[in-house]
């Protein structure tokens, strides 16, 4: 893979022992600096990565580092090697196995990808004004799944939740079933599990090209060499640290599918929402007069679901409208609205049939939590169908007029 420059090595005792992996790997050319020389080598060299050996490493120069590295765009992947203790947000951790550091190019080379990608995104933005990258926080958007059982899991949980979004899962059968059904940002697996089952889990993903890039870390455990994924790592330690370590790993993978949704929205010329992957408000609107209209004229079923968050929790609201575009089928088509409600027009779709639908989706969205209580998403849910006579605008206010509870219905 070609770089778009050179790769920054840090480290105060001389050649770090991973520089020959990177040899090895043909990853070059690989420029020296010690950390009190690294922000000034970062701004002149201008690399495509940083790797920071972290043995003997001040942890003071290391977090001015990374505060440095993490306001450059396009984004330069920071790889901490054999660090201890919390790392900042943008800083990537990686273990050597046992001393050896054959993972490390498939990790960087995974952080280059993604490093393409905005450098994509930034330049097909320049030409679509029109169009522009969420500025906020990726990591704030991000969810993970957490799998494990025994004590430890709660403290887990919350240590996780007050970073994240978290769903949970006491076993791999229903792991697999929240990774079919909804965007996850990462997996971290907590005790509870043989070396066999967390063998065979392991071996699923990895031979899975839709999770084969997935952040996955391991909270128990050795690590085997023979999982080709770049970003499988472990982490012991406290419930806190784990969390912290995680996040750079999470924070990256959730960075690299906002910037997949701002490249299908630059495609569609603005007519979808690059937070949500919903369609535009203007969009909808549009689309929906000409959906009433059609199917007043040729006959048929058309339905909407309105799924109602509380205002203040707009994580719950972020959550289920990702969860509605990913789970939501290919001839319907949804929006946020102003209030924060996500509404859905299911085509072909009685009233009977929408409420199946509709409680569906409900029953996904329960089941991701957040914050430090675990607040999840349980969303109200009206269902209206399509009357004849009715406009656009008649079947939106009968709509909402009626809310329910999903969980009653």
Same mark, same amino acid.
């Given at each position: 893979?070609?770089?778009? @420059? +050179?790769?920054?090595?840090?480290?105060?005792?001389?050649? +770090?022992?991973?520089?020959?992996?990177?040899?090895?790997?043909?990853?070059?050319?690989?420029?020296?600096?010690?950390?009190?020389?690294?922000?000034?080598?970062?701004?002149?060299?201008?690399?495509?990565?940083?790797?920071?050996?972290?043995?003997?490493?001040?942890?003071?120069?290391?977090?001015?580092?990374?505060?440095?590295?993490?306001?450059?765009?396009?984004?330069?992947?920071?790889?901490?090697?054999?660090?201890? @203790?919390?790392?900042?947000?943008?800083?990537?951790?990686?273990?050597?196995? $046992?001393?050896?550091?054959?993972?490390?190019?498939?990790?960087?080379?995974?952080?280059?990808?993604?490093?393409?990608?905005?450098?994509?995104?930034?330049?097909?933005?320049?030409?679509?004004?029109?169009?522009?990258?969420?500025?906020?926080?990726?990591?704030?958007?991000?969810?993970?799944?957490?799998?494990?059982?025994?004590?430890?899991?709660?403290?887990?949980?919350?240590?996780?939740?007050?970073?994240?979004?978290? #769903?949970?899962?006491?076993?791999?059968?229903?792991?697999?079933?929240?990774?079919?059904?909804? $965007?996850?940002?990462?997996?971290?697996?907590?005790?509870? =599990?043989?070396?066999?089952?967390?063998?065979?889990?392991?071996?699923?993903?990895?031979?899975?090209?839709?999770?084969?890039?997935?952040?996955?870390?391991?909270?128990?455990?050795?690590?085997?060499?023979?999982?080709?994924?770049?970003?499988?790592?472990?982490?012991?330690?406290? +419930?806190?640290?784990?969390?912290?370590?995680?996040?750079?790993?999470? !924070?990256?993978?959730? =960075?690299?599918?906002?910037?997949?949704?701002?490249?299908?929205?630059?495609?569609?010329?603005?007519?979808?929402?690059?937070?949500?992957?919903?369609?535009?408000?203007?969009?909808? $609107?549009?689309?929906?007069?000409?959906?009433?209209?059609?199917?007043?004229?040729?006959?048929? @079923?058309?339905?909407?679901?309105?799924?109602?968050?509380?205002?203040?929790?707009?994580?719950?609201?972020?959550?289920?409208?990702?969860?509605?575009?990913?789970?939501?089928?290919?001839?319907?088509?949804?929006?946020?609205?102003? $209030?924060?409600?996500?509404?859905? #027009?299911?085509?072909?779709?009685?009233?009977?049939?929408?409420? @199946?639908?509709?409680?569906?989706?409900?029953?996904?969205?329960?089941?991701?939590?957040?914050?430090? !209580?675990?607040?999840?998403?349980?969303?109200?849910?009206?269902?209206?169908?399509?009357?004849?006579?009715?406009?656009?605008?008649?079947?939106?206010? !009968?709509?909402?007029?009626?809310?329910?509870?999903?969980?009653?219905?």
């Amino acid at each position: 893979m070609s770089q778009q @420059g +050179p790769l920054l090595v840090v480290a105060d005792g001389g050649r +770090p022992a991973f520089a020959a992996a990177l040899d090895q790997a043909q990853m070059f050319p690989l420029i020296e600096a010690s950390f009190a020389d690294a922000a000034r080598a970062v701004a002149q060299v201008q690399p495509s990565g940083v790797l920071a050996e972290m043995s003997g490493a001040d942890p003071a120069r290391f977090a001015a580092l990374a505060k440095e590295i993490g306001a450059c765009k396009p984004y330069l992947p920071l790889v901490a090697v054999n660090a201890e @203790g919390a790392l900042p947000e943008n800083a990537i951790p990686f273990a050597a196995s $046992d001393g050896k550091f054959d993972r490390l190019p498939l990790r960087l080379r995974a952080a280059l990808r993604i490093r393409a990608l905005h450098v994509t995104v930034l330049r097909r933005l320049r030409r679509e004004p029109a169009s522009q990258l969420p500025d906020t926080d990726p990591a704030k958007d991000a969810t993970v799944l957490l799998i494990g059982r025994g004590g430890a899991f709660p403290a887990l949980s919350v240590a996780l939740g007050e970073r994240m979004g978290v #769903v949970g899962a006491f076993s791999i059968e229903a792991a697999a079933n929240h990774l079919n059904t909804r $965007d996850l940002d990462g997996i971290v697996l907590g005790a509870g =599990f043989s070396a066999r089952v967390t063998d065979a889990f392991l071996t699923v993903l990895a031979e899975d090209a839709r999770f084969r890039n997935l952040p996955v870390v391991l909270t128990t455990g050795e690590l085997a060499p023979t999982y080709a994924m770049p970003n499988l790592e472990i982490i012991r330690g406290e +419930p806190a640290d784990i969390a912290a370590n995680a996040l750079p790993l999470v !924070r990256q993978r959730a =960075f690299e599918l906002q910037l997949g949704r701002t490249l299908r929205a630059i495609d569609a010329e603005g007519l979808l929402d690059p937070h949500t992957g919903l369609l535009a408000r203007s969009a909808f $609107d549009r689309d929906l007069a000409n959906a009433v209209r059609q199917t007043l004229a040729d006959g048929g @079923g058309l339905s909407v679901a309105r799924f109602g968050f509380d205002p203040p929790n707009s994580r719950a609201q972020l959550d289920g409208a990702r969860i509605i575009s990913r789970l939501m089928r290919q001839m319907d088509f949804g929006a946020v609205q102003h $209030d924060g409600s996500v509404i859905v #027009v299911l085509a072909d779709t009685d009233l009977r049939d929408a409420h @199946g639908i509709a409680r569906r989706l409900s029953s996904v969205m329960r089941h991701t939590a957040s914050g430090r !209580r675990g607040e999840r998403s349980d969303p109200s849910m009206t269902v209206a169908t399509l009357m004849p006579g009715d406009t656009a605008s008649s079947l939106l206010a !009968r709509l909402c007029d009626r809310p329910a509870r999903a969980a009653a219905l």
